[in-house]
């Protein structure tokens, strides 16, 4: 059996949406210091609703494919929706990936959090702050 699977190769070697928004309405950065990756996510919002998403990511291959699947996800999404992604939704549709590996898609359901909370506090907007747990707090850190 592969270590990996189709679609997270696809993702690793040909990702989506990749790149950065210049003047994007929200920019999370999370990061994993035990296993070194860093993922930037930007949203372009209009109408409560994700126009656009770019990530960049610096991380193993996990890494890119979690954060290549992510913004598939949520794009063209309410921001509701986008803070309703979980881990184990962005590995589902990955169609899995290794145990010590999961890190990766956890970094990449709080880069998302991380842009969305971003764009409230530049726009005032009031939020749930439990939704948004601080980085010393986030499941990544603890799952390598």
Do not use: Q
């Not at 990702?15 to 003047?23: F, L, M, S, T, W």
């Not at 962005?90 to 990936?97: E, S």
């Not at 880069?111 to 971003?118: F, G, Y």
């Amino acid at each position: 059996m592969a270590l990996y699977t189709d679609t997270v190769m696809d993702h690793f070697m040909h990702p989506r949406n990749v790149g950065e928004i210049a003047d994007a309405d929200g920019v999370g950065e999370v990061g994993n210091a035990k296993c070194g990756d860093i993922m930037k996510m930007y949203l372009k919002i209009k109408d409560g609703k994700i126009e656009d998403v770019k990530f960049e990511t610096f991380g193993c291959g996990s890494a890119i494919a979690s954060s290549s699947m992510a913004t598939e996800m949520i794009k063209g999404k309410s921001i509701e929706d986008a803070l309703a992604l979980t881990n184990k939704e962005v590995v589902d549709a990955l169609g899995g990936l290794p145990a010590h590996k999961l890190h990766c898609s956890v970094l990449a359901e709080e880069a998302v959090k991380s842009a969305v909370k971003d764009y409230y506090d530049k726009n005032g907007i009031a939020y749930d702050k439990s939704k948004f747990p601080a980085c010393e707090d986030c499941e990544s850190c603890r799952m390598v």
